[in-house]
């Protein structure tokens, strides 16, 4: 049994063939049960969350991931998230391998976004908007980058000192970034932004999105929590990971439905929809586009298998 911790996690999920195997499962026939998903309760602070996430191709791989979020960990310079996932083979159940499941969460959100982008986004975009300082902000930058030309990023975050380290870290690998501190003017120039907070209230307004901008939203993962107001999801066309995730989970969707502003039959598509053919992406250079991801197993089971076969040079 092979352990992988974080920095071989990374090591072993490079991003292009990591967007691959996500897009490729996908299309398989994956087996994805619906997650476990427990409120945890954490004196003094905010509840923490505890997810259990399944999912199998019948006869070759199994696997589950098991994951906490902390958000009070922030007080604690702690990372929000932290989990481990287990792969075994699905036709002996022998276990093969713990994976670093903070750092596969973390890669395979952002590559699940790049991979959303590839339909949605405009093919030109050159400019990408980052909201949020945590773990996934270097991911997002450089998995959009993998799919687009991008030639500027720029992130920004509540604390201003998280921001600029941030952008920091972004400009060592290469990537010509600034922290900025007037959100509302960085959302109006990005051609993609893309949000991954824990936020309960919305950050960006619709008001604000430029015509043929894209947003990526990848936080805000409990139907209290929204990363966008209800005007940017109606000057949107809107698409999601998966309909039984975000319907239920995402508050970036629950809340216009609950308004009544957002019917189900206004959700153009889901991801395995785009990948297949059987819903269009974006049809036009000045339409803005929506997509919110909540998380599916089938992406986690897409990154350990690469990261194992990777690690063993099987396949």
């Known amino acids: 049994m092979f352990v992988l911790d974080e920095d071989q996690t990374r090591s072993a999920l490079p991003w292009e063939p990591l967007i691959d195997a996500i897009e490729a499962m996908f299309r398989s026939d994956c087996v994805m049960p619906a997650r476990h998903h427990h409120d945890m309760q954490v004196p003094g602070e905010e509840d923490a969350t505890l997810l259990l996430m399944p999912a199998w191709l019948p006869g070759r791989y199994t696997g589950i991931k098991t994951v906490s979020v902390f958000p009070g960990n922030v007080r604690r310079s702690l990372p929000a998230i932290f989990g481990s ?3 075994s083979s699905a036709a002996t159940g022998q276990m093969l391998a713990v994976i670093d499941g903070g750092e596969l969460t973390a890669r395979r959100t952002a590559a699940t976004s790049a991979l959303a982008s590839r339909y949605l986004s405009r093919p030109d975009a050159e400019e990408v908007l980052v909201c949020g300082t945590g ?14 030309p991008i030639q500027r990023y720029r992130i920004w975050g509540r604390n201003r000192e998280a921001a600029e380290k941030a952008a920091e870290e972004a400009r060592a690998l290469g990537l010509q970034t600034e922290a900025v501190n007037d959100l509302e003017a960085a959302v109006r120039t990005a051609d993609i932004v893309s949000c991954a907070t824990l936020s309960s209230e919305p950050l960006v307004y619709g008001e604000w999105l430029k015509a043929g901008a894209h947003l990526d939203l990848v936080g805000a993962f409990k139907p209290s929590m929204r990363e966008s ?40 598509g889901e991801l395995a929809e785009l990948i297949s053919g059987a819903r269009t992406g974006r049809t036009n250079a000045q339409e803005i586009t929506l997509f919110k ?13 690469l990261a194992y076969e990777m690690t063993t040079g099987r396949t």
Request: proline fraction near 1%.
């Open 85 to 87: 996932y287990l792969l």
């Open 135 to 148: 773990r996934l902000s270097l991911n997002l930058m450089q998995a959009h980058g993998t799919v687009r």
């Open 229 to 268: 107001d209800d005007t940017a999801v109606l000057r949107s066309a809107v698409y999601v990971d998966t309909r039984a995730g975000a319907l239920s989970e995402g508050g970036d969707i629950v809340q216009p439905l609950e308004k009544g502003l957002l019917k189900e039959s206004d959700i153009r």
């Open 293 to 305: 991801s909540v998380g599916a197993a089938l992406e986690d089971l897409a990154a350990a298998i």
